[in-house]
């Protein structure tokens, strides 16, 4: 049972521009998403991560949409850039609860 | 100062051989995950240690998986009787003690496993 859909699998975008994945959860225990960002030949790296009681999280170029009722939230990257071409996870964690359960990844290339 | 360390960085076998997979953790952290990546499959979690309590085993896919946390450190991941299927990049974790899922995990880069 896959607990946190994540969407798109891969995805291109120009220099410049907007880069959106977007995830959903089944379980309303959840209560902190972290967004994981993986290079080549690395592990993944903690890139930004959010609770419940706010709807948007902004750090630099990357910016965090939650919407509790939706059970959903994404990832935004504005003037993405070659740097950010990347294998970027979401995931989903519970209080209490050490283990957070990761999507699928997608993989961002972006374009010159 | 030190990451999560993980060796080999690559091991190809033959089917059928075990293997062992190391994974040296960030001094100081007692939470310690492994994790499988396969392509198409995400990051699929495997084994949880937590200090001196008993680990969460409910992701390993098969009795042929195995993993041990000696002194609280280092980890060993054993694949027995490889199969071509368990061909992935099997990644490590660590994390500091706090109990919740806030806790940021720290990964390694991993050690690639090739099963011919």
């Known amino acids: 049972q896959q607990q946190v859909k994540q969407s798109p699998q891969s995805l291109i975008v120009q220099k410049g521009g907007i880069s959106i994945i977007n995830c959903a959860y089944e379980n309303t225990a959840f209560d902190y998403f972290p967004w994981y960002q993986q290079f080549p030949g690395k592990g993944p790296a903690l890139l930004i991560a959010?609770?419940?009681?706010?709807s948007e999280k902004k750090e630099g170029r990357f910016t965090i949409s939650f919407n509790k009722s939706a059970k959903q939230f994404s990832l935004h990257i504005m003037d993405s850039q070659p740097g950010d071409s990347a294998t970027y996870f979401c995931?989903?964690?519970?209080?209490?609860?050490?283990?957070?359960?990761f999507g699928i990844g997608t993989k961002l290339q972006v374009i010159p | 100062g030190a990451g999560v360390s993980q060796s080999p960085s690559n091991k190809v076998t033959e089917k059928g051989k075990d293997v062992e997979l190391r994974c040296d953790p960030i001094?100081?952290?007692?939470?310690l995950y492994w994790y499988r990546q396969s392509l198409g499959q995400g990051l699929e979690f495997l084994i949880y240690f937590q200090g001196n309590s008993a680990p969460d085993k409910s992701g390993l896919p098969s009795d042929r998986f195995s993993a041990e946390r000696t002194g609280g450190s280092v980890s060993t991941l054993t694949i027995q009787r490889t199969q071509q299927e368990d061909s992935a990049v099997y990644l490590c974790?660590?994390?500091?003690?706090?109990?919740?899922?806030?806790?940021?995990?720290?990964f390694g880069p991993g050690t690639r496993l090739t099963v011919l």
């Open positions: 995931a989903a964690g519970k209080a209490g609860y050490q283990k957070v359960t």
């Open positions: 959010i609770r419940p009681d706010v």
């Open positions: 001094s100081g952290h007692t939470a």
């Open positions: 974790a660590s994390s500091l003690p706090g109990g919740s899922s806030t806790d940021t995990q720290y």
